[in-house]
Structures are given as C-alpha cells and as structure tokens.
C-alpha cells in the first residue's frame, strides 16, 4: 500500500467515527449529472496519412456522474468526505471508427478492447477524505484542480480525474494559496489510473516514459477588486519544471467592462527530460529533429470587452524556444491553461504566433434567458518544423507552417418549468492545417446535459 492509499484509509477510518456529528450530514450535498454526448470527427488527406488512420471517427454515450459531497464535523479540525462515482455507457461506435489504434489508450469518447472494438461500458469511483481548520483545507484522493499548471479536462462523455492531495489556504484577506502533489491520472475514456507524462514520450507503448510526481504550488492575490495577479509553478519529476505568471483586470469603460488577461509561462526541463530521448518532447531542434527537451516560453493576452449581451474579444499568443509548450499530457485527452486551447487544437507549438477574435451573444437580452451563442476564429503560423508535405526538406532552416481554426457554439438551458436545468449543446469546429503529418479536420459535437439534486 503507498502512503497517499494508506492516509486516505486512516483518513476514512477517523472520519467514520464522527460521521454522526452535526455539519458532516446537514450541510451535505448530492448530485446526478446526466450527459448525453455524441461527437463526429471528418478526417481530411491535407497531409501524410499515418497507416490504419480512419477517416472519420464517431461516438454515442450516455454518461452518469454521481458526486456527494459532505460536510465537516465539528470541533477545531473538521472532517468529511467525498465520492464521485462515473459511469459511461456506450450507445453506438460508429460501425468500428471510436478512434481506437494500436498506440493509443482508447478511441474518441470509451475505452477499447484488444481487438480496437470500444467497451460497452465503463466506470469508476473516487474517493477524497478532506479536513479544515479556520480557513485552511486539506484534500486527500480523488482530485479535480483547474490551475493554471494543472487543468482538470472535461470535454467529452465523462470527466478527467487526478489522484493525489492539495491544501488550499483562505487565511490572509484578499490571498489563496494552494499546494500539491498529483500521483495519477484517469483519463476521460478510462476505468485506469495512469502515471504522468507529456507529448512525445507520452506513448502506451513500450518506448513511453512517465513520472507518478508533479508538484505544484501558487496563489491569486486580489491586489483590488478589479485586479488580480497569479503565481504558480508545477514540477513533473524527469520531464520539465514551469513557472507562471498571471494578471487579470476589469476595467469599467461607458456602458460595458473590458476584460484583460495576461499570462506568461516559463517551461524549462526536469531530470531525465534533459538527456533521455525516452523523455523527450516534441518541437523543432533542427535539420529533422522533431524532439528535445523542453525549453519553451509562451506568452499571451487575450481582451474581451461586454455589454449589453455581447461580447467582444480579440488576443495574441507567442510560443518561443525549441519545444512545444508542454503540458501534463497522458495521451488520453488533456487541457492546458491556454487562451488558445480549442475544440481540437491548442496553438502552442514551438515558434508558433496565434492571434484570435471572438464574439459572444447572451440572448436573455432579446427576451430568451438560457440561449447563447459564440465563435472564435484562430490562426497560427511561423510554426517550426523540419519537414514538408509530401517530401523531406534539405534546408538546415526551420520551415514556418500555419494552421486556424474556427469554433462554433450554440448552447439553452431551460430556465423553469419540469425541464429546468436541461441543457442542449452544438458545438462544430473547423482545422485547417499544412503541418507535416497532420489531417484537417471538421468537427460536431451533440450534447445534451441534465443534474438532478439528490440531497
């Protein structure tokens, strides 16, 4: 048994002692989330087609979230528990096109058997025992943290779940400090915990390489009630270490407010990462050398100014040094703490330049609360790279490649009545690159979304 299993059962066990204490069940709260998701993926020739590639990838589940979430005994230490229990049932695999290959961990939304076929179903539950005392919190298990070095992914049938600790700390006005350690991760089409790992070393195969150690830590300090500045750093133990820097205003301006938000990260390698290939990340290093250590600095902002039910947005985006900017990456689906990190692409590739606009409109202006609609337009380029479509590149220089996308989303929420809450998603997104082995892609999502309050 490893010492985060073996705390998380002392934990349990001291906790079931005083369960009976006021507070634990009357602020208590449980909840089923219900997602019904359906996703279609056209693969298009724009590049090399890797052998065995499909040409569209399609899926259809039914997904139950659980959650119960407690609250504290009383006394100077308060103790309590959390519980989510997820379960994803397939509804159709396309007729054998869920995405599946040889060296991936699943198809597009389930896992898949020996034999690439997606599972009928799959499911798991996660335990978190948590204390507080005055305004500090310790949570031991099953982890969901959305910071900006560690992103929690939610964009398909079921969750992305981390397991590990973190105490966040409320004690000095205006501060929040939070600190961790994250062991594993479960994918959103998995029933597995995964060690840790970035693209390019993040293979199933046997020529992987992972890590069960990244550490985290920061804080936001609310400088006034309309600025806000971040600070934060992640360690993935062999691979790379990250700082960040962040700062986010609101600025009052005629009817409306303009939103600033500036980010910096600092990525730089970590142990083996530094002298491994098995480590390595992916970028450009040279005269066809599409892997290295990490060494990357991204900088962004992005502007977004609202009023009167519409939203304007328009930022920027640089990627330097010679990898990618990485990320924890299993493999199995991911996210990054990125204005640029879309529906399929995330624009963060070593050399990369995006600038993007967007729009947004809330239709509760025009008498329809509930009813949203969006699109963002992305468009990178001076990406390095050592090849070329269709031929090898001679050239010692790196050649600029490019790539855009365009995301559309209309979203209703039922407002009242017995359907209240239901929630109806479309969501359709276009990529076009000419990136050495890269497809283009089109893409639509059907998602329709329903919580029942249980307690």
Do not use: C
């Amino acid at each position: 048994m490893n010492k985060s299993t073996l705390a998380l059962a002392v934990a349990v066990g001291v906790l079931a002692q005083q369960a009976g204490a006021a507070g634990f069940i009357d602020d208590s709260k449980a909840t089923l989330g219900l997602r019904n998701f359906y996703i279609n993926t056209d693969n298009r020739d724009s590049g090399t087609k890797a052998a065995g590639a499909q040409n569209k990838n399609e899926e259809w589940g039914q997904g139950f979230d659980l959650r119960f979430i407690s609250g504290y005994t009383q006394g100077t230490v308060g103790f309590g528990i959390d519980a989510i229990g997820l379960l994803g049932v397939r509804l159709d695999s396309g007729g054998g096109t869920n995405g599946a290959t040889s060296t991936s961990y699943g198809g597009t939304v389930f896992p898949s058997k020996s034999n690439g076929e997606a599972v009928d179903n799959f499911s798991s539950l996660g335990l978190t025992a948590k204390a507080k005392i005055s305004q500090t919190e310790l949570k031991l298990g099953t982890l969901q943290p959305k910071l900006p070095v560690i992103v929690t992914n939610d964009g398909r049938l079921l969750p992305q779940t981390f397991q590990g600790g973190q105490i966040t700390s409320n004690e000095i006005k205006d501060l929040t400090v939070v600190g961790g350690q994250i062991e594993h991760a479960k994918g959103r089409n998995s029933s597995n915990n995964e060690e840790l790992s970035i693209a390019g070393a993040n293979s199933p195969t046997a020529t992987g390489r992972d890590s069960n150690k990244f550490i985290y830590g920061g804080g936001d300090y609310k400088i006034t009630k309309d600025l806000t500045a971040q600070y934060y750093y992640g360690n993935l133990e062999d691979f790379y270490k990250q700082h960040f820097l962040g700062l986010v205003h609101n600025w009052s301006i005629g009817p409306g407010v303009l939103k600033s938000d500036f980010r910096y990260f600092n990525s730089r390698d970590d142990g083996a990462n530094g002298h491994d290939s098995a480590y390595f990340t992916t970028g450009d290093y040279g005269t066809g050398i599409t892997k290295g250590k990490v060494d990357n600095n991204l900088y962004s902002g992005l502007f977004l100014y609202s009023v009167a039910g519409h939203t304007f947005g328009g930022g920027y985006q640089v990627s330097n040094g010679n990898s990618d900017f990485p990320w924890l990456n299993q493999g199995d689906g991911s996210s990054a703490y990125l204005t640029t990190d879309s529906q399929i692409a995330k624009f963060a590739r070593a050399g990369e330049r995006t600038w993007q606009a967007r729009y947004s409109y809330d239709f509760a202006k025009l008498g329809l609360p509930g009813a949203t609609a969006g699109i963002v337009y992305l468009r990178g380029d001076n990406i390095d790279t050592t090849g070329k479509v269709g031929a090898a590149q001679t050239s010692v220089n790196a050649t600029g490649r490019s790539e855009w996308e365009r995301d559309l989303t209309l979203a209703y929420v039922v407002q009242e009545g017995p359907l209240k809450n239901l929630g109806l998603t479309w969501k359709n997104a276009m990529w076009r690159n000419d990136v050495p082995g890269q497809r283009d892609q089109d893409e639509n999502r059907l998602i329709v979304s329903y919580s029942i309050p249980l307690l």
